[in-house]
């Protein structure tokens, strides 16, 4: 074979990503289970480099030189499964197997461990930044050995997005933890589009400002710290008209949000792993209180508001406190996501650069922001800073919007507007940083019904009181 990397799989995704191999001079051989998809592939793009198409697996795997690097770009879950399949026994020792699709984690530990038992490489690769980035340059974060990255990293880190000649590609771990880390940043992507929501929400009922006129001040935030991808479509899709009606475009669309689930995955995860991920966490219950009809229906017609109209009195001033406020939850929710990373990589045995992380993030992907540069340089100051939040900059960016924060939080919930990304966030960033929690309470609730036990704050041990008897306490 002559073929330096391999696409199977050629929808949108893995036809840009073939098209992204070849127009960086490599020799790429592809295949789609139905032959059609590599044809027109071939027809439309086969100026833009050089393609080795194959209507069977047994050619594509033949047309490769050896060691094979294949990648598979299809329906993550059982049809992943049903490739590799196919694939594994046309294979021989030392090919990389490279499965670039939406893959849940545990599946990708499993796959990995199963084809190393055969002597082959699998590398399980996130990829982020739809169709475009696919084409132009995603990030790209995959996993697997370091053995395999030696020899695939450096076409990866080529027709991956560059930032500042940097490219948004490095390994990430070993087995699951390329999957496990694109699964946390589509969960900060949630929780960032929740928080960019409620920033719209909280300007257009406390300003009674028309949804061009938020586009405005979004476009303005996206000059300075706030500025990010998802902060410039959203200005953007504000100041779009809908072609049909004239009306705003985002009052044209139906308020029930969907989602394919790598939010859940992320939420569920943190639940495992016993990592408050809040901001994350309440995204994905938003998503799903929007689309709880028949519950909402029954609650407008009778839950009351008791809230006035919101005045707000000074318009700028307003506009700046929700700028802070976006700006510190923001904080919050990427310093969650990344302490879900930290406890991941000790769960599950992986060596994670969180730097490196927010580096690959700069570029090509949907969260791509001015701001993630700043969490870089927090874990260059601190490679094992136990909370991101308390790194100097963001302990300073955040306690500068501190008062600005617990105004529009405040507000928001005497006026009846439902913020539960910011409020959340607030009541995290209170929580984390409290000299004592009431979990001292739960503690002693646990012991008084279920003998829990408890631990004292001025003695070792562990105790238990008596409490249907004398309460007296003994050492458990
Ligand atoms: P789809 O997820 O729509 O999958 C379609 C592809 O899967 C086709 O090539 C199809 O082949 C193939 N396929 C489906 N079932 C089987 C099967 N049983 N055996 C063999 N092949 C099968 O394609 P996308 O391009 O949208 O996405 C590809 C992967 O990339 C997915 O895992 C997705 O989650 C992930 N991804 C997608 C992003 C996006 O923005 N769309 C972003 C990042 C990742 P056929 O043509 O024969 O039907």
């Known amino acids: 074979g002559t073929a330096q990397i391999g696409v199977t799989g050629l929808a949108v995704m893995g036809r840009n990503l073939a098209r992204n191999f070849a127009r960086h001079g490599y020799t790429v051989a592809v295949h789609n289970r139905s032959y059609a998809r590599t044809q027109s592939l071939v027809e439309e793009h086969g100026d833009e480099g050089t393609f080795v198409p194959s209507?069977?697996?047994?050619?594509?795997?033949?047309?490769?030189?050896?060691?094979?690097k294949v990648v598979i770009m299809v329906k993550a879950g059982g049809p992943t499964?049903?490739?590799?399949?196919e694939l594994v026994p046309l294979l021989e020792e030392g090919d990389i197997v490279v499965d670039a699709g939406n893959a849940h984690f545990p599946d990708?530990?499993?796959?990995?461990?199963a084809l190393r038992e055969r002597g082959l490489h699998f590398v399980g690769t996130g990829v982020s930044g739809g169709e475009e980035g696919a084409l132009n340059g995603p990030s790209i974060m995959p996993g697997?050995?370091?053995?395999a990255y030696a020899s695939l990293g450096p076409i990866l880190e080529e027709i991956s997005a560059k930032v500042d000649g940097v490219p948004c590609c490095t390994h990430v771990g070993s087995d699951g933890a390329g999957h496990f880390v694109k699964m946390v940043h589509n969960g900060i992507e949630y929780a960032d589009m929740q928080l960019i929501a409620e920033a719209y929400d909280l300007l257009?009922?406390?300003?009674?400002?028309?949804?061009?006129?938020?586009?405005?001040?979004?476009?303005?935030?996206n000059t300075g710290d706030l500025e990010s991808f998802l902060i410039e479509i959203t200005a953007d899709v504000l100041k779009?008209?809908?072609a049909d009606t004239g009306k705003a475009f985002v009052d044209i669309i139906l308020d029930q949000a969907e989602q394919k689930g790598t939010g859940r995955w992320t939420v569920q995860n943190g639940l495992d792993l016993g990592v408050p991920i809040t901001g994350i966490a309440e995204a994905t219950f938003a998503r799903a209180l929007s689309g709880s009809v028949p519950q909402r229906e029954a609650a407008r017609a009778v839950l009351p508001a008791h809230a006035a109209q919101w005045e707000v009195k000074d318009r700028d001033a307003f506009i700046e406190d929700v700028r802070q406020a976006l700006y510190a939850s923001k904080v919050v929710a990427y310093s969650q996501g990344f302490d879900q990373i930290a406890a991941a990589a000790a769960e599950y045995g992986w060596d994670i650069d969180r730097g490196?992380?927010?580096r690959i993030w700069r570029g090509g992907c949907i969260i791509r922001a001015r701001f993630l540069n700043r969490i870089t340089e927090a874990y260059e100051r601190a490679a094992d800073l136990p909370l991101l939040l308390a790194d100097e900059y963001f302990t300073d960016a955040v306690a500068s919007g501190l008062p600005a924060w617990r105004r529009v939080v405040a507000g928001a919930a005497q006026n009846g507007v439902p913020t539960p990304a910011f409020s959340s966030s607030l009541a995290y960033y209170d929580g984390v940083r409290a000299e004592r929690l009431p979990a001292a309470l739960v503690q002693a609730q646990r012991d008084f019904f279920g003998a829990h036990t408890y631990k004292r704050?001025?003695?070792?041990?562990?105790?238990h009181t008596e409490w249907s008897g004398d309460r007296t306490e003994a050492e458990a």
């Open 144 to 147: 697997g050995t370091a053995e």
């Open 55 to 68: 209507e069977s697996m047994a050619d594509f795997v033949a047309s490769l030189e050896r060691p094979r």
């Open 204 to 221: 257009r009922q406390g300003l009674g400002a028309s949804a061009a006129e938020i586009g405005e001040i979004f476009a303005q935030w």
């Open 240 to 242: 779009h008209t809908d």
């Open 81 to 85: 499964d049903a490739v590799i399949d």
């Open 457 to 463: 704050v001025d003695r070792e041990g562990t105790f």
């Open 356 to 358: 490196a992380m927010a």
């Open 108 to 113: 990708t530990i499993r796959r990995e461990a």
